[in-house]
């Protein structure tokens, strides 16, 4: 396969800041850097940072160390849409999966709140936008266009399995060619998900924040994601601490069985330990730190294996 020397117009509108700061816009016209952030870590060489607003949604990329699988991961991180733990469950996360040899995308979106309608497009908007932008540049960054997943953690997995169950919503109006592109991803992967908004299951400051505190009955079966699920739903990686007190493991066996009985080629794994918000693992002596291993020998079995001749 070869890519092109020079890159079209359009994708230099982008791709400056992203070989030099790594911080991709997501809109035309957009200015990064506005953006409120607090760091939770108590170590100076450690950052745990929190994005507490979000004035200027934004990509920061992070190419793949070694060897290039050639897939990437648009990654989109939790924090019950108060926060968005850029490190814990972005950053941290696109350097593990580096060194597999994944492109990643940590998206910093507009946050629902207060449950209106216009918040909660925006972010499903600035989704779909990021999942276009990705697929629309796919050579310039060496991925294959059929190869592009999404993950998302806790409520970050809310907006993950939105976009990949409805990737095709008119959340908002197209701005430019990008928004012809397809956003629906080849792959989904939710890690320690909120997925349901029904009682007993979801996470209540999610919902909340996504639906206001007077949801209807309606709305909430409607818009649970375990429900959406269709035949067209992408293959999907599910990985939970079945001790976790924030979001009900029950999130993630409901998503197992309306994959399962859709068709839809699904992989689970429910760790005894864990609790919430683990991020990789990696700081935890514990199996649910394997999970990126198993997330990345899925994804290479949904790979098209083509016969060389070298």
């Known amino acids: ?26 809109w035309p016209n957009e200015v990064s850097g506005n953006n409120k952030v607090v760091n939770f870590s108590k170590k100076p ?11 200027s949604p934004e990509m920061i990329y992070v190419p793949p160390a070694g060897k290039n699988n050639h897939s990437a991961v648009l990654i989109i991180p939790g924090g019950g849409f108060s926060y968005i733990m850029q490190d814990a469950e972005g950053l941290d996360v696109a350097k593990v999966l580096s060194q597999k040899g994944y492109s990643s995308f940590v998206l910093l979106y507009r946050m629902p709140r207060d449950g209106s309608e216009i918040n909660r497009n925006n972010a499903f908007s600035d989704v779909q936008r990021a999942m276009r932008l990705i697929r629309g540049q796919a050579t310039e960054y060496q991925i294959a266009a059929n190869q592009i997943g999404v993950m998302g953690f806790s409520a970050g997995a809310f907006l993950a399995a939105n976009v990949s169950n409805s990737p095709d919503a ?13 956003a629906r991803p080849d792959f989904t992967a939710l890690i320690y998900p909120v997925l349901s908004l029904k009682n007993g299951v979801t996470h ?29 739903t992408p293959p999907t990686f599910l990985a939970q601490a079945l001790d976790d007190g924030t979001a009900s493991p029950k999130n993630t066996l409901q998503m197992f069985d309306a994959l399962r009985q859709n068709h839809v080629k699904v992989e689970m794994h429910l760790f005894q330990q864990g609790g919430h918000g683990f991020g990789t693992g990696q700081k935890k002596n514990i199996p649910a730190k394997n999970w990126p291993t198993l997330f990345s020998d899925w994804q290479a ?10």
């Open 170 to 182: 008119n959340n908002y109006t197209a701005v430019d060619a990008q928004d012809k592109i397809s």
């Open 204 to 232: 209540l400051g999610t919902r909340t924040a996504m639906y206001g505190k007077d949801i209807s009955q309606q709305d909430i079966e409607q818009y649970s994601q375990e429900d959406r699920v269709t035949a067209k």
């Open 301 to 310: 079995s949904l790979v098209p294996q083509t016969s060389s001749t070298h």
């Open 45 to 55: 060489t450690i950052n745990n940072r929190a994005v507490t607003k979000v004035d």
């Open 1 to 26: 396969m070869k890519f092109p020397r020079l890159f079209p117009l359009f994708v230099l509108l982008y791709l400056p800041a992203a070989f030099a700061n790594k911080d991709i816009p997501i």
